[in-house]
Structures are given as structure tokens and as C-alpha cells.
């Protein structure tokens, strides 16, 4: 069966939520949002504004779903502070890869980890592209589900902005 | 850190640069920088104007109104930037079905006469109050309806109040409660200190995607943020009751702090600053919690009953209330 695009597209944010965890992917996309003051949000918005001041294009948005950091020549280019959530990040790109293929426009990626001064190079794989579809479905039936996703252990939630929404519990009091 | 500032001067308070300025009758001058505003409380008569309102609108501040008497009269409540239509629906799904909302308030009721009885268990002489209370209590599953529970609410509260006078040293006694207008020191501190707890829930509300205006215990009409009032139900005796009986068993608040004149009792503003010195410092006191493994305010446990319940709205987990465990 042919992949309808037109249906399964989001947001690329909601990409890379799938990819870091599939409660937070639901939670973001019904709006539950959580006030996040901390540092690292703040830092990453600066390192954006600042890290290529003369590139010609920053921040296209592309059918509202998406926002590149920058396209130059054949490339998208994302910024990002560091690799620790790669996977997310290289699936975020391939996803607009994957976008503008559809749009006919044919482009490859990089990340840019400003910590680490690394970039890596993506380019859109069939195998990748599979990856992308599957996702895409996947995706459009969590967010169908009327109730978030079980929350899971994973290595970063103590550093998740929903970690106090996400682990509060009452336990029963000794009598 | 953010702060709550508390106003009790009048004068005129604007927008200066980034700052709030504050300039007082007596022509004192205060900056307050606008990252460290949790909210504001004003006491005083305070001119503003719709530059300063916008100004705070855009950083989400909430400005709490008091009259003279020191009650609380109402909020500007600034827009919210975050807003989850999902989670409102399913708020409203949860006061239309009848046991839905009664689940929810006999929680609020729960957790509220949980706290009271812990009080009363700090004290000798309470026995026979808390058996009383624990009795009226176990009627609870069988309630029917909304104002079934709150028939047991209010026995449960007589009782309670009933115990001051076996806890309460200096010369402080609590006859009756008296709402309006409170007539003596005791009635005057309750009604103090829940105003000011009802709008730091109101803050904590404000920060989540909760409607403040629809609740479950009380009646939505009741109150424009009525769901204030029901979780207020919860940390009334845990923050207000039990810092009345600190602030007068220490000798904190005095009998001289408080004006009676004709029928009405006023506390002076000395006695506000003093009583909201302490409040400020119970809401900051943190415990370590015990599921989450970290050091949590007291203020923060407020958040917390408020993620819980919208866990419950959003089918995530069964609402348990706040049962303070230290
Ligand atoms: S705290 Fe963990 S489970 Fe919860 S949203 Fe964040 S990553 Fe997901």
C-alpha cells in the first residue's frame, strides 16, 4: 500500500518526542506542557540566535509543521547543543528530509553539537525512510490514544522538564 | 528565586524599564526586579495602570487584591500562555458525571480531615476529639451526594474547631467560627491565613493547564476559582491551622496585635507581616519526598496535588490525595 504523507504528517518536534519518549510525545501534543525555567532551555534558544549570525536562511518555516535551522546549498543544517540525544536529533532531520522529498526537493543533512564542535552528515537511506514512515504511524496512534502512554524508565527523566508530573505518587501511609 | 511580595503601604506601583517600581505615600522607592516576582500581594491602596498590567501579563504574574481588612478580594489573573483544551474537557467530563465528582471531593475531604486529625494528634486532651472525627469519617463511603459529604465536612470542622481551646496557650480562645465578619483574634487569623493560601493555590494553578473555575467540591458558581477552594480543603489545616497554633503558642502573635472595635476584630498590619513572615517561611520548609527522592517545599507540594489531579483528568492514574506522611 502506497504511504499516504498527507495524512501522517506533524510537527518535527513531535519526530524527536517519539524518539525520546512516547508519554512526553502525547503530553506535548494535548498541550500539558510544564513551566520550565531551567538554564538549559535558555541556552539552547542563545546558542541558537548566535551560532551563524551571517547564514543567509535561519529559521524557515515549511508548512507550519516545520522550522530548519538553516538551508544552505543542498543542505538543512540543525543546530543543536550536544549529542546526547542523537538518535532523536537524526531522526528529527531525516524527517525533514523526508518532508521536502515529498515536496520534491531533494536535500541532505547535519547537525551541528556546538559543545562537542562535531558535525554529522545524514542522509536520507531507504532504510531511514522506512523508519520515518513507521514512526509517522505509529505516531498518529499514540496521539489518537485517549489516555498518555505509561511512563517508562529511561535515562533522562530526571532531567525531563515532566519528571516531577510524571513520578509523583502517594504511597500509602504506614498505620 | 522568585518571591511573593506582599504590599502593605499604599501608594503607586508602574512599570520602570524592566522593573516594577513601587513609590509609597511616604515617598520610599523600591525596584522590583520582574524575574523575581512570583506574584504580588497588596494590602495598601495601589494605584496602577494598564502598562504595568500588560507588563506582568507577559510574564504571567498574578496580582492578589486584599481589602481593607486584610481579605482577600480578588486577582488579575493574566492570560495564560499555556492552555490545553484536552484537559479542560476532560475537567468538565469529571464535574457532569455525578460519581466522577464525588470521587474527586470526598479526596479533598479525605486528605483535609486527614490533616486536622494530625494535628490534633501533636496535642494532649484531642482524644476523644479525633475518635468524634474519625467516626463522622468512616460515613464517608456511603455518601451519596454533594451535600451529603459536605453535611459531614461541617460536623467533622465543629468538632475540630471545638479542639482549639484544648491546644490554643495566652489567653486565645475560639468560641465559634465566625466568618463574617470574623469577631475575635482566633476567627481573624482563619480567615486571614486561608485567604492567603487561596490565592498561593490560585498561583499554583495558574502555572499548570488546569481551569481554575472548574471544581468539584464546591459548586463552580460559588467562587470564580472555586477549584482553589477545593484544594485549598487539603493544606488549610497542614500550612494555615498549624502555624496558627505556632504563632500563638510561641508568643509570635500576641493578644495586642489584634484591634477590636465595635463588632469587628482586626489584626494590625504588624501582626500580617508577622503572620505572612511565617507563612512565607512554612511554605519554603521542604521534606524530602518520599516517592520522588528529593527535597520538596511545601509550596511545590501544592504543584504536585495539581499535576496529580490532571493525571487523574487525563485517565494517567487514580487521583490518591496528599496524606502528609512526616
Ligand atoms: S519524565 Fe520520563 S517518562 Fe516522563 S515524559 Fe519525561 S522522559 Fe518521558
Known sequence: MEFDFQTFKVQGIKVNYYFVCKRKLWLYDKGISMENESDAVLEGKLIHENSYPKA????????????????????????????????SDTMQIAYYLFYLKQLGVMKKGTINYVRERKIEKIELTEDLENEIKNALLEINKILDSKKPPRREKLPYCKKCAYYLFCYVEELDNET | MKHNYYIFKSGRLKRKDNTVFLETIDEERKYLPI??????????????????????????????FYNYYGYYSGSYYPRKQQVSGYLLVNQVQHYLNKEERLFLAKQFIISGVFHMVRNLRHYENTKEYIETIN?????????????????????????????????????????????RPPNDPVNVLISFGNSILYSTVLGEIYKTQLDPTVSYLHEPSTRRFSLSLDLSEIFKPLIIDSLIFYTINNKILNLEDFDSKEEICLLSEEG???????????????????????????????????????KHLIDDELYKPLKAWW
Open chain 1, 56 to 87: 543567509k536562511t535561519r529559521e524557515i518555516m515549511i508548512d507550519d509543521l516545520l522550522k530548519v535551522d538553516i538551508i544552505e546549498g543542498d543542505y538543512i543544517k540543525d543546530v543543536k547543543k550536544s549529542s546526547k540525544m542523537r538518535r
Open chain 2, 272 to 310: 500580617k507581616k508577622k503572620f505572612i513572615k511565617e507563612y512565607e517561611k512554612k511554605l519554603s520548609t521542604t521534606v524530602k519526598h518520599r516517592k520522588l527522592k528529593r527535597s520538596v517545599s511545601y509550596r511545590s507540594f501544592i504543584k504536585l496535588e495539581c499535576y496529580k489531579l490532571i
Open chain 2, 135 to 179: 467516626r463522622e469519617l468512616s460515613d464517608i463511603d456511603e455518601v451519596p451526594v454533594i451535600p451529603a459529604l459536605m453535611g459531614i465536612e461541617g460536623r467533622i470542622r465543629n468538632v475540630y474547631y471545638s479542639a482549639f481551646n484544648s491546644i490554643l496557650k495566652h489567653g486565645f480562645l475560639l468560641n465559634k467560627r465566625e466568618k
Open chain 2, 35 to 64: 524575574e523575581s516576582i512570583d506574584s504580588l500581594h497588596l494590602f495598601g491602596e495601589i494605584d496602577l495602570n494598564t502598562k504595568l498590567l500588560n507588563y506582568l501579563n507577559s510574564y504571567g504574574i498574578i496580582i492578589n
